[in-house]
C-alpha cells in the first residue's frame, strides 16, 4: 500500500479530486459538506489499474488550517499537488509546498484541476515553473476535470508510476504511529486511527502510548483494520485504524504516539539541521517565480536578502504533533550569523521540546512562529541524544561534529563519541546495523565490518580506541597491584571494573584475555601470581601449621595469631594460597581438618551430639560449632535436629 497527501490551496478541487479518483467522500464533517470546504484531514482509497493499493489524506487548504494541514503531510512519502486551472498558483500554493520542501517530501504529482473551465496549460506551465525552483522539476504533471472525468485514466496511471517508484519501507524497523484522530465504535471501544510510516503493527502486539499529557502506558492491540478491511498485520506504509484495550478515547488524540514497546528512544532535545525553503520566489495569482526571492518556511524574516534571528520559541511540527520547542543555534564561532541562513545554506540548532518525544535521526519538522503564523524553518534530526553544551565555545565545536552527520547516523562517530554504548541503545537511537556479529572468538573478532572503528562485545559496541586504551588500563592496573599488594596481587571484579572505567562488569573477562590477565575465583591478576607472603609472615604460619599438626583441632586463640603477625590480610593470603581453613568466629585449621574429622565422627554411634564431637575431636565449642556447620555445609554430615547431627552414607 501507498499513502499520498493532498496539498494545495483552497478550493482548488483537492477534495473532489480524490472524491472522484476512489468514490469515496473525504469530507467528514456536515459543516465541510455545506460550505464546500475541508476543515480537518480526509481520508480515502483506492486500487489502481496495476491492482497496488492506495490512500489518500486530503488536507484542508486554507490558511486557517495550516496545522492540520501539516499533520496531514507529515508521517507520508508522496503529495498529490493541486492547482486549479482557472486560478493557477495562490497564497496557500506557495506555503504548501514550501511546507513539502520543509519535510523533505521528494515524490509526488503535480495535478491541474477543473481543466473543463480553463486552459490548464498556464497553470501547468507556472506551476511546473515552482516546482522546477523547489528541487521538484521531476515530478510527473497532468491535467484533469474531476467533473467530467477528463484525464482521470491518465492520473491513475501516472499513479501507479508514482507508486513504483516510492522507496522501500523499513518495514523491519520499530513501529511508531502517529495518531491524528480518535473516537468510539459501539461494542469495539477505542479507535485510533494514522498513517504508520514504519515498521509493522498486528493484532495482540503491546505498543506504548506516549500523550501530550506527558502520561505513557502500554496497550494492547484488539483488532485492526486498513483500507476498510480487518486484517491480521499491516506493514508500513499503510493508513491504518487500530482498537485499543486499555484506554478511553478522550484520553487520546492528534499528535500522540503509539511506538513499539521498548524499542523507541524518547527525547526531548535534540540536533537538527535547519534549512531555508521556499527561497524560490512566487505570488498569488502569478506562478512564476524569481529565484532568490525568499518566502514561506525561512530562518527568519529575510528582506532585502537580511536575515534576522531565530525566534528563541517556536512551534515545531513533527508527524500529526505540534509541540513548543526552544531554539538554541549551534554555528563555528567564525560564522557571522549564528541564527541566520542564506536561502541557499543550512545551519545548526539544539531544539528543546516541553516533554520527550520518540525521535530518531532522519525525522523532518516544520519550525514555525505561532504568534505571526508563518513558517520559519525545515528541520531534519541529526542526533537524539546529544551531549551537553556546558563549556565555552561547546556549541561551535558540536556545529562541527553535526556536520559530519548531515549524511545520516555515524555509527562510529557515535560510539567514538561514547566509547561504549549497548547494541539496544544503537537501535533505539536510529542506527542500522546491517549485521550484527556473533560473539568474538578472538581478539580481532566482533569488528562490524572490516572498515568500522566499532566491535562488538557481547551487548554492548565499544570504540577501538577505547578498548585498547581499556585493555592497557587493566594489565598496568594488574601490574600495580601485583607490585604494591604481595599479599592480594589480584583485583576483584569490581574494583578492576571501577579502575578501568568499564561500563559493564561482563566486558571485564574478554577483556582480562586481550590484556593477557586471568580470572580465578572472581578475581582478576597476572597469569600465576599467587600470595606472597613476606618472610615475618611465612615464619609465623610455618608455626601454627607446626602447632596444628600435632592438635588439628586445637585452633589458635586471637592472641597467638596476633603474636604470630597473622592479621586478617595475612590470613587471607595464606587462605588464598591453600595454607589454612578459615571459618566463621576467626577460627583457623588447616585445609586437611575437615577430611580427618569426618574419620573420627564416622566411627561414633549415629546420631551423634555436638558435645560427642566435642570430646572426640578433642576440643572446644567454639571450633566444633563452626567445623560442623562446615561439613553440613559440604554435605558430609546431616543436621537432623538441634542437637543431633549424623554422618551422611
Known amino acids: 500500500m501507498a499513502v ?29 459538506r455545506r460550505r464546500g470546504m475541508t476543515i480537518d484531514l480526509g481520508y480515502a482509497w483506492t486500487t489502481l489499474p496495476s491492482g497496488a493499493e492506495v490512500a489518500f489524506v486530503d488536507v484542508p487548504g486554507h490558511e486557517r488550517f495550516i496545522g492540520n494541514m501539516i499533520a496531514g503531510l507529515g508521517p507520508v512519502p508522496a503529495v498529490l499537488f493541486v492547482v486549479a486551472a482557472d486560478e493557477g498558483w495562490r497564497q496557500q500554493s506557495e506555503e504548501h509546498l514550501t511546507a513539502v520542501e520543509a519535510l523533505g517530501l521528494k515524490h509526488g504529482l503535480l495535478v491541474v484541476t477543473r481543466s473543463d473551465l480553463a486552459d490548464p496549460d498556464a497553470a501547468l506551465g507556472a506551476a511546473a515553473e515552482r ?74 502486539d503491546r505498543l506504548r502510548l506516549v500523550t501530550q499529557h506527558e502520561t505513557e502506558r ?9 483500507l476498510g478491511r480487518p486484517r491480521e498485520e499491516v ?81 515545531a511540527h513533527v508527524g500529526t504533533l505540534a509541540i513548543e520547542a526552544r531554539v538554541r543555534p549551534l554555528a563555528p564561532a567564525d560564522a557571522p550569523s549564528s541564527t541566520s541562513l542564506s536561502t541557499s545554506s543550512s545551519s545548526t540548532a539544539r531544539l528543546t521540546f516541553g516533554r520527550a518525544l520518540p525521535l530518531r ?15 520559519l524553518a525545515g528541520a531534519r534530526v541529526l542526533d537524539t541524544d546529544p551531549p551537553g553544551l556546558s563549556r565555552r565555545g561547546s556549541a561551535a565545536r558540536r556545529a562541527l561534529d553535526l556536520a559530519a552527520l548531515s549524511a545520516g547516523p555515524d555509527l562510529d562517530r557515535e560510539v567514538g563519541r561514547r566509547g561504549a554504548m549497548t547494541v539496544a541503545d544503537a537501535l ?76 559493564d562488569r561482563a566486558l571485564l573477562a574478554r577483556l582480562a584475555v586481550e590484556s593477557g590477565l586471568e ?19 611465612e615464619a609465623g604460619l610455618q608455626a601454627i601449621e607446626q602447632r596444628l599438626q600435632g592438635a588439628p583441632y586445637a585452633a589458635p586463640e586471637q592472641h597467638d ?15 588464598k594460597a591453600g595454607r589454612v581453613l578459615r571459618l566463621p568466629g576467626e577460627v583457623v585449621l588447616l585445609p586437611s581438618a575437615p577430611a580427618r574429622a569426618m574419620r573420627v565422627l564416622a566411627a561414633l554411634p549415629q546420631p551423634f551430639t555436638t558435645s560427642e564431637a566435642r570430646q572426640a575431636l578433642d576440643s572446644t565449642r567454639r571450633t566444633v560449632v563452626p567445623l560442623l556447620e562446615h561439613l553440613d555445609g559440604r554435605g558430609w554430615t546431616r543436621r537432623l535436629d538441634g542437637t543431633h547431627r549424623e554422618v551422611r552414607r
Do not use: C, Y
Request: charged fraction near 20%; aromatic fraction near 2%.
Open 235 to 315: 506493514s508500513s506504509v499503510a493508513r491504518v485504524a487500530l482498537n485499543l484495550r486499555g484506554v478511553s478515547a478522550d484520553e487520546i488524540g492528534r499528535g500522540d504516539r503509539l511506538v513499539g514497546a521498548g524499542a523507541w528512544h524518547t527525547t526531548a532535545v535534540v540536533d537538527v539541521e535547519l534549512t531555508v525553503v521556499g527561497a524560490g520566489g512566487g505570488h498569488e495569482g502569478s506562478g512564476a517565480g524569481q529565484v532568490g526571492q525568499p518566502v514561506g518556511l525561512q530562518v527568519g524574516q529575510v528582506e532585502r536578502g537580511q536575515a534576522t534571528a531565530l525566534p528563541t520559541h517556536v512551534m
Open 361 to 375: 535521526p532522519g525525522d523532518r519538522l516544520i519550525l514555525r512562529d505561532a504568534g505571526a503564523r508563518r513558517g
Open 218 to 226: 502500554v496497550l494492547t492491540v484488539r483488532g485492526l483494520e486498513s
Open 561 to 575: 595469631l596476633d603474636a604470630a603477625g597473622l592479621g586478617p590480610r595475612q590470613l587471607a593470603a595464606a587462605e
Open 4 to 32: 499520498i497527501a493532498t496539498a494545495g490551496h483552497v478550493d482548488h478541487g483537492k477534495s473532489a479530486l480524490v472524491r472522484a479518483l476512489t468514490g469515496i467522500e473525504p469530507d467528514r464533517w456536515q459543516e465541510e
Open 519 to 537: 580470572v580465578v575465583d572472581g578475581r582478576v591478576g597476572l597469569p600465576g601470581v599467587r600470595a606472597a607472603l613476606d618472610p615475618r609472615t
Open 428 to 503: 533505539t537511537l536510529g542506527h542500522r546495523l546491517e549485521t550484527i556479529p556473533d560473539e568474538e572468538t578472538g581478539p580481532a573478532a566482533g569488528a562490524l565490518d572490516d572498515a568500522s572503528k566499532v566491535h562488538r562485545r557481547g551487548a554492548w559496541l565499544v570504540d577501538a580506541a577505547q578498548w585498547l586504551d581499556w585493555v592497557q588500563a587493566l594489565r598496568a592496573g594488574a601490574e600495580n597491584q601485583a607490585r604494591t599488594d604481595p599479599l592480594q596481587p589480584s583485583l576483584s571484579l569490581e574494583a578492576a571494573r571501577a579502575a578501568v572505567g568499564v561500563p
Open 131 to 204: 516546482l522546477q525552483a523547489a528541487g521538484l522539476g521531476g515530478w510527473e504533471a497532468r491535467a484533469v476535470s474531476a467533473r467530467t472525468g477528463q484525464g482521470l485514466p491518465e492520473l491513475r496511471s501516472a499513479l501507479d508510476r508514482l507508486v513504483a517508484g516510492l522507496p522501500e519501507p523499513e518495514t523491519d524497523a520499530p513501529a511508531r504511529l502517529w495518531v491524528d484522530r480518535s473516537f468510539t465504535v459501539r461494542g469495539s471501544g477505542t479507535v485510533v486511527t494514522g498513517t504508520l510510516g514504519q515498521g509493522r503493527i498486528g493484532v495482540g
